[in-house]
């Protein structure tokens, strides 16, 4: 069984982002970029399903600029097989984005595409459930649990109050929610080792992608800075504080 799994080059989660002087968009100057913690778990959610069998060859693809290759060894260290990089400086939108990872799904025809639900800057939520309707594969996003039992994929999906469990034929999609798995560590030989592991290039333009923008980006702002809170002394200072100063109670 053949799993690809997609992997974005996003801000590290542990940075704390600013948007440029003139806020047209984050400021990415000298910032730590990383694997999208989502699409590590996706990675993880992989390498788990060949050790035990069932998956036998792993295809890491990412869409982005030649530095995504970083991430793209990240994955081949962490147990992929081999890797693609569509390679673009644009800044592509979702769609795009699908349009040519769905291209990778015709030439690779994976049974299975596994991706994170969200990249961490972006937060947008939108490129496995655009890849499915562009491939017609099913989809389950949000997972928490994947099984693959008969020639199906088993995925249990985090919804509200509650669990979801859906049954897909394959070829399907599933996005990684945060419980689906904890990533392991890349260890020093394996890292050694990823690097003289396969790694194809193409370009949107190679894979016949229209990567137009339908969207244009007006601005980032950080939020209104927060007030200091204050320790009210009791009861009746905070009801006196509510009616009189905030004036949200009478
Ligand atoms: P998003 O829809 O941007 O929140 O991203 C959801 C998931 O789609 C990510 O976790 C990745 O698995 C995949 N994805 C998004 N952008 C890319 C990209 N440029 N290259 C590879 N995979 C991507």
Known sequence: MKVLVAVKRVVDYNV??????????VDLANVKMSIN????IAVEEAVRLKEKGVATEIIAVSVGPQQA???????????ADRAILVNTDDVLEPLSIAKC?????DSESPDIVLMGKQAIDGDNNQTGQMLAALAGYGQATFASELGLEDGQVRVTREVDGGL???SLKLPAI????????EPRYASLPNIMKAKKKPLDMSSPADLGVDTAARVTLLGVELPAERQAGIVVEDMAQLMDKLKNEAKVIS
């Open 16 to 25: 704390k982002v600013r948007p440029k002087s003139d806020n047209t968009d």
């Open 37 to 40: 913690p989502f699409c590590e």
């Open 69 to 79: 290759q970083e991430q793209l060894r990240t994955a081949l260290a962490l147990g």
């Open 101 to 105: 990872l769905k291209a990778v799904c």
């Open 164 to 166: 979801q469990t859906l």
């Open 174 to 181: 599933v996005t990684a929610d945060l419980r689906l798995n």
